[in-house]
């Protein structure tokens, strides 16, 4: 256990669009993954929407993945390696809302006590998420929203009470995204989650594709592992060598070998020069 400087590694997006039926998820997360990447063939959506997903063909060249019932957490982790061992760069999930319906139906199917069930249902989603986390690709989620109500006692009776919009997923799931986008039925979106910075308190703006051109931006601004592999091989010193993996301390286990190799580099050298020293003192 020890401390580390903060560095920023470029990132792969991790977002949500959360929106009811028809407030346009399919179409602005394609705009987003188009400006993200600015290459339809290396976008795909996993349609879990009954072919919503090809009603945007006139936009490009995209790829669908349709997924069939049952929406296991187990099925959406093979979609998203099947896009993973395809190369590609944009995985929109449409939608994530399907597989928490599933949990709760396998949930309900099982007998004893409720409460210690949940024990067969939680380590199934947190795979789920951990796959989408871990992605090499940058993945957006579309949500489904529901209207969520409260009980309120009033003469005695307790009456059903409008609080507002709740996403179909588990609770908290928000907290484990990068960004998350509400976007009303006017199509208008508003950020509730956002630690890039683009978004929070801004007024409700339309989604484009300057949006996804933005999120790029953002992701590309850390430094990335070939400018790493660049800096340790312009070390000229072991003492360089040894700042900069100080300096970025976090990509040592995806670059050991090119550590290693740079450090055996001064390791010959100085043998080299020894050799030289000691036959140039004996011929003198």
């Known amino acids: ?16 669009l959360q929106a009811p039926s028809g407030a346009g998820k399919t179409y602005s997360a394609l705009l987003i993954a188009f400006g993200i990447t600015n290459n339809w063939n290396k976008i795909a959506v996993i349609d879990t929407e009954n072919g919503s997903a090809d009603l945007y063909a006139h936009l490009g060249s995209y790829n669908v993945l349709s997924m069939k019932p049952p929406y296991s957490p187990e099925s959406y982790i093979e979609a998203i390696e099947v896009c993973e061992k395809a190369g590609i760069e944009v995985v929109i999930i449409d939608s994530i809302s399907h597989c928490w319906d599933y949990l709760l139906d396998f949930h309900a199917s099982l007998t004893g006590n409720s409460f210690t069930n949940w024990a067969k249902v939680t380590p199934r989603q947190k795979a789920f998420v951990d796959k989408i986390l871990q992605s090499s690709a940058h993945i957006i989620c579309a949500i489904r929203v529901k209207q969520d109500y409260v009980l309120n006692q009033v003469d005695g009776k307790y009456v059903p009470e409008k609080v507002g919009l709740k996403s179909v997923q588990k609770d908290g799931l928000e907290y484990e995204f990068t960004i998350v986008l509400d976007i009303d039925i006017k199509h208008n979106a508003v950020s509730s989650k956002d630690r890039t910075g683009l978004f929070n308190n801004k007024p409700p703006f339309k989604i484009t594709v300057d949006t996804g051109k933005q999120i790029k931006e953002w992701c590309n601004a850390g430094i990335s592992i070939e400018e790493i592999k660049q800096l340790i091989s312009e070390c000229k010193t072991n003492d360089e060598l040894v700042a900069l993996y100080r300096k970025y301390p976090t990509w040592y286990e995806q670059l050991h070998a090119e550590f290693n190799e740079q450090k055996q580099k001064f390791t ?16 003198h």
Do not use: P, V, W, Y
């Not at 010959?268 to 020293?277: D, R």
């Open 1 to 16: 256990m020890k401390l580390e400087s903060a560095n920023r590694k470029q990132a792969k997006i991790k977002m949500a």
């Open 268 to 283: 010959t050298k100085q043998l080299t020069n020894q050799n030289n020293f000691s036959n140039n003192g004996t011929t």
